[in-house]
């Protein structure tokens, strides 16, 4: 992108308050779009755009999800920014097939954290678990964002900008305050190698990683699954949909069913209808 045009674009995502991971993201579809035709964006119409798009898809077999980012950078670019008319690109629906997280049973979360010797460690899942938070509003919190007066935690300018308050475990905080005796941590509640700075989003990654190999769990994928196991054992323990929709900072309910998943123990346990029915019958 030519130097000018870069700059300008990217203060025009600042004014428009873009996420600084979303700005970088359509910074970069812009960027490989010139890669790709070898001449400036500003110059290039739909039908080279939507060659590139469909490169993307079919010769780099980029994830749907992606593929999306991409789109939404090159149109932000061209439509918002150059205030292009008639964009007319695009990229094919979202497949309809969807795969079901891989829920961990209480046990199994338990047995993590227990297989969690280091102590900072330890209080980072807890948190992230015992309040359902996402990694990186864990890795930004600071000592003052926990409310143990009111067993509450702040979370700040999350996704999409809005600050949230959710529940404080017993246990988190226990952990917590010994913690907060043993590492005396300053700005940041769990901060990195420079205690001036938080602690990666990779690092609590790895960090989740190896607690599940030690642990011998298989299943799950990143530590986001803390967070759907967070949202979907407060369910099976009669914890109401549009509490839990609060403490995980959702707009709309929709967004909160992605997150609920009974476990196959507990859907064992619920009795068909039609039993209760001949139950009530005979009894």
């Known amino acids: 992108m030519a130097r000018q045009y870069q700059n300008s674009f990217e203060n025009y995502l600042t004014v428009q308050r873009v996420a600084e ?4 993201a359509y910074l ?10 070898k001449q400036p964006a500003h110059i290039l119409g739909n039908e ?6 469909i490169y993307c898809i079919q010769e780099k077999e980029l994830a749907w999800s992606s593929c999306n980012v991409l789109f ?13 008319d008639e964009s007319k690109f695009s990229i094919p629906p979202r497949p309809r097939s969807r795969q079901l997280p891989m829920l961990l049973s209480p046990n199994e979360v338990r047995s993590i954290l227990l297989a969690t010797a280091n102590l900072k460690h330890k209080s980072l899942l807890a ?19 926990i409310e143990s007066n009111r067993m509450m935690v702040r979370v700040e300018q999350s996704k999409g900008r809005k600050d949230r308050y959710t529940v404080l475990s017993q246990k988190s905080l226990d952990l917590l305050r010994e913690y907060w005796r043993s590492y005396r941590p300053g700005k940041w509640l769990f901060f990195g190698r420079d ?12 960090v989740f990683y190896n607690a599940k190999e030690k642990a011998g769990v298989t299943k799950g994928r990143g530590i986001h699954t803390l967070r759907h196991c967070f949202a979907s054992h407060a369910l099976e323990q009669g914890v109401e949909m549009y509490i839990i929709k609060r403490w995980l900072g959702h ?8 997150y609920l998943h009974l476990s196959p123990s507990y859907l064992a346990k619920i009795k068909s209808p039609l039993d209760l029915l001949y ?5």
């Open 127 to 145: 948190l992230i678990y015992g309040s359902g938070l996402r990694v990186s509003e864990a890795v930004n919190l600071k000592p003052q964002h």
């Open 21 to 24: 991971k979303t700005k970088k």
């Open 72 to 84: 939404c950078g090159l149109k932000k670019y061209y439509s918002s920014y150059l205030g292009r």
């Open 28 to 37: 970069q579809s812009v960027q490989g779009l010139e890669l790709f035709h």
């Open 251 to 258: 707009t709309s309910i929709t967004t909160t069913y992605g």
């Open 195 to 206: 205690k001036n700075l938080p602690m990666s989003i990779a690092t609590a990654q790895r």
């Open 48 to 53: 080279q755009i939507q060659d590139y798009l």
């Open 279 to 283: 139950k009530e019958v005979t009894s």
